[in-house]
């Protein structure tokens, strides 16, 4: 986003705009179950009142899914060959020519017609998922994925956006980019904060040692962390604030329950396109 800007939109657009959908390395059916009921595939807008016979659907993964098998095409690219896939479309866009049979397996015929299904749409939206930050490129995939986005921009409308995992893992990025400029990975050792993913981010400093106490507030890193990061966590005095039993809180030397936001404590929760939702206080907390 801060090489190439971040063609953004909200839930409510895509919910009420969207006539082509794309689920890029993500597999909703699942992972979201009530996104496409309610933001992208069956869900009625403002422009699109008969739900998903309105849109035109289109997965990008390597594997069948069952978010693939609703698709109207499923485009089943070649494992670590999103960046070609994405460049190949970019070329098309732009009036060039491919002078091969596939890319990343799948048929240029097949890129020319989504590319052109795209500039026709009156308003398309691009999901992706961890299948497109976890292949060969990482985040060189979401640069150029982005660059598709505003060159298509150039013949209709289309939004970009990233599917969150966990509630309010928006959050924390959100508050971060306004206190620092920064969305993580953000060092404070020099007294004003620096900003270098891979050398900085969590799991860098863990492999590397050279962490000496952690604090761990609202995650789960001892069940989502590599093992050897898993392995210095151990070894090291960790402080949880966290309301559940966890693998984290089974390693902690100290565990700070808290109430839960939104059931037992009023906050605030950013959803997955940013938007802050205020949550509201229903039954009093356990005492204690």
Known sequence: MQDVGYPV?????????????????????????????????????????RG??????????????????????????????????ISAMRAVLRGHELNVDKVAGIPVDTIYAVV??????????LFFGM?????????RIIDNAICLIQELNAYTKFG????????????????????????????????????????????????RGEVDVMMNIASDPGAHFPQK???????????????????????SNIVIPTAFTGVEVGGVAYRMDGVPLELKKVVEPPEG
């Open 229 to 251: 990061a898993v392995e210095c966590i151990a070894r090291i005095p960790l402080i949880s604030i966290e309301p559940h039993q966890t693998p984290t809180t089974e390693l």
């Open 9 to 49: 939109c909200t839930l409510g657009e895509a919910k009420n705009r969207s006539d082509l959908v794309i689920f890029w390395g993500c597999n909703p059916m699942h992972a979201h179950p009530r996104h496409m009921g309610r933001y992208s595939v069956f869900a009625r807008g403002f422009f699109r009142e």
């Open 160 to 207: 970009l956006m990233p599917m969150r995992g966990h509630y309010n893992v928006n959050g924390f990025n959100q508050v971060m980019s306004w206190l620092t400029g920064y969305p993580y990975a953000v060092d404070f050792s020099r007294g004003y904060p620096r900003y270098n993913p891979g050398e900085t981010s969590t799991i860098d400093l863990l492999l």
């Open 131 to 139: 299948g497109v930050t976890m292949s060969k490129g990482k985040h």
């Open 52 to 85: 998903r016979k309105d849109r035109t659907v289109v997965v990008v993964d390597p594997r069948k899914t069952d978010t693939a098998k609703l698709a109207d095409l499923h485009l089943q690219v070649e494992p670590n060959r999103d960046y070609e896939l």
């Open 116 to 125: 052109e299904a795209c500039k026709k749409v009156q308003y398309g939206q």
